[in-house]
């Protein structure tokens, strides 16, 4: 059977460092808000090249968090898309904001920036572009839509650790930058974490204060907020895992040119846009037989996900946003056709393999 994730096989090469990571803090006494948090914020700060960085206890929360800190709130609209996880555009909610969606680009499947004009209004505070699968949306017109428009942009990087848009990293481009921690991602805790980065000093300490009660100091509360907070044993084993980031981002990339070379005409295989180095924290393939591709990998013992398979705006809770079916052609279209097939830096030439033939052989009989 191959996983579609494969954690124990990551635990197995990096277990003494993190192992001994884990006891040092279990040793300490010092188990929140602690050194191991502030070292970590500024290891990850330097990794995304940003001033800054506030961890937090989900990329959920850091989405909340970054948001509300730029003074997002009730009464302002928020413009993401409609393929995506649902954690970005619930985060957006919880801000209290109203949300707008623009469709996908139908190579990148990322923000359209051509589609920002007409979602536009006076409401509009700021923009969320989702870095879908580990692949950074188009930052410069989105960017420059913003400029023009006076918007905040917080980037939606929950997929995209180690990802670069010409040359830079994803999460130090917009005003804010959004990162999850949770086990599938590509840089992930034993357990829940997230992280905000920003250059800016203002957004900087109007995160770290919502992220614990809006405390200012130890004992002045002088803002809202709750408790959003990282805990030392998550930063201590995320330290060590930073350390491995870029060569498992390598090695992602390699498993994926493997895929792309293997697969290149049985299937569509994922675009890779001219200014993108895609950190692939999903790989997938797109076809009109996807669910009977996906019923033969299963029976040949591979494992496979659908990211996602019903796009927001056709979500129960969402029906309220007033957008039917016929939308957003392209999130629809997508959310029909793509299959994420197994990918982490571990998996073997051999295993790949298995997922290849099998891939071949479904594509073959669905066809
Ligand atoms: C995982 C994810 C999130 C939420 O992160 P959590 O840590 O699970 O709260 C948000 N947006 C996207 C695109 C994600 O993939």
Redesign the pocket.
């Known amino acids: 059977m191959i996983p579609l994730v494969d954690l124990q096989a990551q635990h197995e090469r990096i277990r003494d460092e993190v192992e001994a990571a884990a006891l040092r803090v279990l040793r300490s006494g010092r188990y929140a808000s602690g050194p191991e948090v502030e070292a970590f914020e500024q290891e990850f700060a330097r990794h995304c090249g940003t001033a800054h960085a506030v961890g937090v206890n989900?990329?959920?929360?850091?989405?909340q968090v970054a948001l509300t800190a730029a003074g997002v709130g009730a009464g302002d609209e928020v413009i993401t898309v409609p393929f995506?996880?649902v954690?970005?555009v619930e985060?957006i909610r919880q801000t209290g904001a109203d949300v707008r969606f623009v469709d996908v680009e139908p190579r990148s499947l990322t923000m359209d920036p051509a589609a920002l004009e007409q979602a536009v209004t006076r409401r509009t505070r700021a923009i969320v572009p989702?870095?879908?699968y580990g692949q950074p949306a188009d930052m410069d017109p989105i960017l420059e839509f913003a400029r023009r428009h006076r918007l905040i942009v917080a980037e939606?990087a929950?997929?995209a650790h180690g990802a670069r848009y010409r040359q830079q990293r994803t999460g130090g481009l917009g005003n804010l930058g959004?990162f999850?921690?949770?086990p599938?991602?590509n840089l992930s805790a034993a357990g829940?974490?997230?992280i905000v980065v920003t250059d800016d000093p203002e957004l900087d300490r109007g995160a770290r204060r919502l992220r614990s009660w809006g405390a200012a100091d130890a004992c002045g509360h002088g803002a809202p907020g709750g408790n959003y907070r990282m805990d030392e044993l998550q930063a201590a084993i995320l330290r060590v895992k930073l350390q491995h980031l870029d060569w498992w981002t390598r090695a992602r990339q390699a498993v994926a040119r493997r895929y792309d070379a293997l697969l290149a005409r049985i299937v569509e295989t994922p675009a890779v846009m001219p200014y993108a180095a895609h950190a692939y924290?999903v790989y997938a393939i797109r076809s009109p037989r996807r669910d009977a591709i996906r019923d033969a990998l299963r029976a040949a013992g591979v494992e496979t996900a659908v990211?996602y398979p019903v796009p927001i705006h056709l979500q129960p809770p969402y029906a309220d946003l007033g957008y039917g079916s016929g939308a957003f052609e392209q999130a629809e279209r997508a959310a029909r056709e793509v299959l994420s097939l197994p990918i982490y830096p571990e998996l073997s030439e051999d295993g790949q393999g298995e997922v290849v033939n099998a891939a071949r052989q479904a594509a073959g009989a669905a066809s």
């Open positions: 989900s990329g959920t929360s850091a989405l995506t996880f954690a970005t985060a989702v870095h879908l939606d929950a997929q959004c999850s921690f949770y599938t991602k829940e974490g997230g924290n990211h």
